[in-house]
C-alpha cells in the first residue's frame, strides 16, 4: 500500500454537547477511489470539510504530504456576491486556469456568462463541479456530486473521474455512480470509522459481516444490546431482505406489464377484461405538446393502471417536466386528450420544504403538535412512527433547523407519506437521502397500493422501484419500455435512429420461469401458511393500535397501555420473522 498523503490521526470533533466522533483515524493514499458512507446526520460532510481543511477537529493531527492540492465539492456552493457564475468559478485565490474552466464548462453543457442569482440548481452545481475539476487536484473530496444533474452530466463526470490521475473520497447516494467507481469504503457509523478495502459493490455484504459480528460478541457477553440501541441495525438488515422479496415481486409485475404495452397507435394498448381497464387511472392519447417551434411532447399515447409505477428519465430540458405536468391534469395538451380518473387523489412529493421552517420542530411537522397520526387508516403514536422512518424517538422536540438536509427530506417524506392517496408523485426523491432511507423509501413505495409517478436521475433507485420507464430524448420522442432505467438504456443502445419514429416500442417477453426448486415438508408448509399468519398477525397489530388510541388510556389505565404496547411489539417482531422466513422459502422457489 503506498504511503498516505492526506491523513488524520486520533480526529474528534464536539458537536453541541457532546463528540459527533472520536479517535478516528484515517488516511487517503495517492490513487485511493474512496466511497464514505454513513447514515444522514453522521457527520460525513463535516469530516470532508475536516479533511479539507476548511474546519478544524477539537482534537487529533491532520497531516499532508507537502504541495498536495485538496479540493472540495461542496453540496450547495455559496453564490453570494457573484454577479455571474464564471465570476465564481474564477473567484478567490484558488482561482483555476481560464482555459482549463472554459474547456470543462463547455463539455458540461454550462453557460458560465448565467447570472448567479438566477441560476437553477442544476446550473449552480455545475459551475462548482467546473471550478473543482478545473483546479487540477491531486485530492478531490465530492459531496453528493451527481444532485440536481441529469443523466448525461452524471455519466460525463464518471468517465472525468475514471481517468482522474489523484484520489477521491465521495459521498453519495447514487448507488450505480459508487459501484462503478469506488475501490475502497469508509463507513462512518456510530461516532467511529471502519476502512474495507472493496469499492461500494462489496458494502452491504461487509455491513452484514459486521453486523453478525457484534451480534455474536453481544451474545458472547450476555449483554445483548437494548431494542431500543438495535432497532436500527435490526431494521437494516432486516429491510434488505424484504427487498429481494420485493424486488422479486417487481420482476413480475414488469412481466405482467410488458404485455400491456403495445405499438403505438395500437387500439389494444392495454389487453385484458373489462376489469382491466377499469383500473385505468391515466388514459392519454395522442397527446402533443409543444413551446414556441419546439415539440417537447409528440403524439404519445399511454395508460397508466392502477399499481404502476412509473418512472421518467431524460437530460434536463428534455421534457421530464412537461410530461409529468400533463400525466397530472396540472396543464393540457396542444393536441390530443388526457383523462384523469374521477377518484384520483394525489400527494406531490417535490422536496420543497416549505414546511420545514427552521424553528419549527419535528412534532410540529409531523403531527402538527400532537401525539398521534394517522396512517393509512392506522392509528400510530409519533415515537413509534418516527422509528418507521429511522429517527431516534427523542428527536420528537428538535428544531428543524438543527437537522441535516437528508433528515429534513427524510421528516417530508414521513409527513407526506401519512396522508391518504392513491396518487403518489415524487419529483427527485432521492437528493439529499442517505441509503438506508432509500431502502425504507423502496420499501414504501413497493407496498404502497397507488400509482407512483417519479422522476428521477438515479440509476439504481430506479431499477429497484418501477414498472415502466417513460424516457424523453428533448425531439418529442417517449420511449415506452416495460422495466427501470437498465431496460431503457439498453433499449437506447439497440434502437437505431429510423426505428426511433416509433414513439412507443413493445416491451421485450418476459423469459420462461425457472423451474420450482424442491422444498422439505416442513419448507413447503410454512410457505403456504405464512401468508395466512402474517394477514392475522396485521390484524391483530391494528386491532391492538385502535385499543391503544383510545382517549387518556395511558392515564386512565396504564397497566392496559403497557400490556397493549408490549403486544403491538411482538406481535411486529413474530410478523418480522415470519416476513423473512416466507421471503427466503420464496427466494428458493423462484431460484
Do not use: C
Not at 397 to 420: C, M, Q, V, Y
Not at 529 to 536: G, N, Q, S, T, W
Request: glycine content about 10%; charged content about 30%; proline content about 3%.
Amino acid at each position: 500500500m503506498a504511503a498516505p498523503i492526506l491523513a488524520f490521526e486520533g480526529l474528534g470533533l464536539v458537536q453541541g454537547s457532546g463528540w459527533l466522533f472520536r479517535n478516528l483515524d484515517i488516511h487517503i493514499g495517492p490513487r485511493d477511489r474512496l466511497a464514505l458512507i454513513g447514515r444522514n446526520g453522521a457527520g460525513k460532510t463535516t469530516l470532508l470539510k475536516l479533511l479539507g481543511g476548511s474546519i478544524e477537529g477539537d482534537e487529533g493531527r491532520r497531516t499532508i504530504v507537502p504541495g498536495t492540492r485538496v479540493v472540495i465539492l461542496e453540496q450547495e456552493p455559496d453564490l453570494r456576491g457573484f454577479a455571474t457564475l464564471r465570476d465564481y468559478v474564477m473567484g478567490g485565490d484558488d482561482a483555476p486556469v481560464s482555459y482549463e474552466a472554459d474547456s470543462i464548462a463547455d463539455q458540461l453543457g454550462i453557460d458560465l456568462s448565467r447570472e448567479a442569482a438566477s441560476a437553477s440548481g442544476g446550473e449552480r452545481r455545475r459551475a462548482a463541479i467546473v471550478r473543482a475539476l478545473a483546479q487540477d487536484p491531486d485530492v478531490l473530496l465530492l459531496d453528493e456530486p451527481t444532485n440536481h444533474l441529469d443523466i448525461g452530466a452524471i455519466e460525463w463526470i464518471e468517465d472525468w473521474l475514471k481517468r482522474f490521475r489523484g484520489a477521491f473520497v465521495v459521498i453519495s447516494h447514487d448507488r450505480t455512480f459508487l459501484t462503478r467507481l469506488t475501490k475502497q469504503t469508509l463507513w462512518l457509523d456510530r461516532g467511529a470509522i471502519r476502512r474495507a478495502e472493496v469499492g461500494f459493490g462489496g458494502f452491504e455484504a461487509w455491513t452484514e459481516q459486521v453486523y453478525a459480528e457484534e451480534q455474536r460478541q453481544a451474545e458472547k457477553l450476555e449483554a445483548r444490546l437494548k431494542l431500543e440501541e438495535h432497532w436500527l441495525l435490526r431494521g437494516v438488515t432486516g429491510r434488505r431482505k424484504r427487498n429481494q422479496g420485493r424486488l422479486t415481486k417487481l420482476h413480475e409485475m414488469r412481466a405482467e406489464r410488458a404485455s400491456m404495452v403495445g405499438p403505438q397507435g395500437s387500439a389494444n394498448l392495454v389487453t385484458g377484461s373489462d376489469d382491466t381497464k377499469s383500473k385505468v387511472v391515466i388514459d392519454a392519447k395522442n397527446v402533443t405538446k409543444a413551446y414556441g417551434d419546439r415539440t417537447i411532447i409528440g403524439d404519445l399515447t399511454l395508460r397508466v393502471t392502477r399499481g404502476d409505477r412509473i418512472g421518467i428519465v431524460g437530460r434536463n430540458g428534455a421534457g421530464k417536466s412537461t410530461l409529468l405536468k400533463l400525466l397530472t391534469g396540472e396543464i393540457q395538451p396542444d393536441s390530443g386528450s388526457i383523462k384523469l380518473a374521477q377518484t384520483l387523489d394525489a400527494v406531490v412529493i417535490d422536496q420543497q420544504r416549505s414546511l420545514m421552517a427552521p424553528e419549527k420542530t419535528v412534532r410540529e411537522v409531523v403531527v402538527d403538535g400532537g401525539e398521534w397520526i394517522d396512517v393509512l387508516g392506522v392509528r400510530k403514536h409519533i415515537h413509534g412512527y418516527l422509528k418507521e422512518f429511522l429517527f431516534d424517538p427523542n428527536m420528537v422536540d428538535a428544531k428543524i433547523g438543527s437537522l441535516s438536509g437528508g433528515e429534513r427530506s427524510r421528516l417530508l417524506l414521513a409527513r407526506e407519506f401519512a396522508k391518504p392517496s392513491n396518487l403518489l408523485v415524487l419529483d427527485e426523491p432521492t437528493n439529499d437521502l442517505d441509503l438506508e432511507t432509500l431502502d425504507l423509501l423502496q420499501e414504501v413505495i413497493g407496498d404502497y397500493d397507488g400509482t407512483v409517478l417519479i422522476v428521477s436521475h438515479d440509476r439504481d433507485f430506479l431499477d429497484r422501484t418501477v414498472t415502466i420507464t417513460l424516457g424523453l430524448d428533448g425531439s418529442g420522442t417517449v420511449d415506452v419500455v416495460a422495466g427501470g432505467y437498465e431496460d431503457w438504456e439498453k433499449r437506447r443502445a439497440t434502437q437505431t435512429s429510423g426505428k426511433r419514429a416509433s414513439k412507443k416500442v413493445a416491451a421485450t417477453a418476459p423469459p420462461a420461469p425457472a423451474p420450482r426448486a424442491k422444498l422439505t415438508y416442513k419448507d413447503q408448509r410454512d410457505y403456504e401458511l405464512l401468508p395466512k399468519r402474517i394477514e392475522a398477525l396485521d390484524a391483530q397489530i391494528a386491532s391492538d393500535a385502535a385499543k391503544l388510541a383510545a382517549p387518556n388510556l395511558y392515564m386512565r389505565d396504564n397497566a392496559t397501555f403497557a400490556r397493549l404496547t408490549a403486544a403491538i411489539e411482538a406481535a411486529r417482531a413474530e410478523k418480522e420473522a415470519a416476513e423473512l422466513r416466507w421471503l427466503e422459502l420464496a427466494e428458493q422457489v423462484g431460484e
